[in-house]
């Protein structure tokens, strides 16, 4: 009986640590409002822009969605870089990720075999998903972030990302 006295003692007193363990992508934070670790801030935010520009550049190619795909692309090229250079003044030990997470390979894999119709849905779909996580990353970031650095750039980027949700969805459907 003591052992499980001292089991469940430990997970109580261990909870909190594996509560801000967890992945930022589970949701779970997301969820409870808790702005993500530093670390998973600025991974969630690389995903978010290689993710917009490798779909947006599958998007060129059709006439409706052209003009908000380049948008992206320009726009999230200007967020990665701004990125980087705040890791590097600040002299963060972060490594960048170069690929998407696998969550988003598979919705480039998916959009990567679509055509016309089909393709301008599942895009306008995942356009919106894709921002109403990175506005929820970067707003929570910026309301309750560890990096001031960061904090600052998240709150100054989230404009941009609300106008971007903004305009996915009034991509046509």
């Not at 822009?49 to 992206?72: C, G, N, T, V, Y």
């Not at 959009?111 to 929820?136: C, K, P």
Request: glycine letters at 4%; charged letters at 25%.
């Amino acid at each position: 009986m003591k052992k499980m006295y001292f089991l469940v003692a430990a997970l109580c007193v261990a909870a909190p640590a594996f509560a801000e363990s967890l992945p930022e992508r589970t949701g779970i934070n997301s969820a409870m409002g808790i702005a993500p670790k530093t670390d998973d801030f600025i991974q969630g935010a690389v995903w978010s822009d290689i993710f917009e520009i490798q779909s947006s550049q599958q998007a060129l190619s059709e006439p409706s969605l052209k003009d908000f795909a380049s948008k992206m692309i320009e726009d999230h090229h200007k967020t990665s870089a701004e990125l980087k250079q705040i890791v590097s003044d600040n002299n963060m030990n972060n490594t960048l990720p170069v690929d998407v997470d696998e969550s988003s390979q598979k919705k480039l894999d998916t959009l990567h075999g679509l055509h016309g119709e089909s393709f301008v849905r599942q895009y306008r779909e995942d356009q919106i998903t894709a921002h109403e996580n990175a506005l929820s990353l970067f707003q929570r970031y910026a309301k309750n972030g560890d990096n001031p650095a960061l904090k600052k750039w998240a709150a100054s980027t989230v404009p941009t990302l609300e106008e971007h949700l903004r305009l996915a969805k009034n991509l046509p459907q």
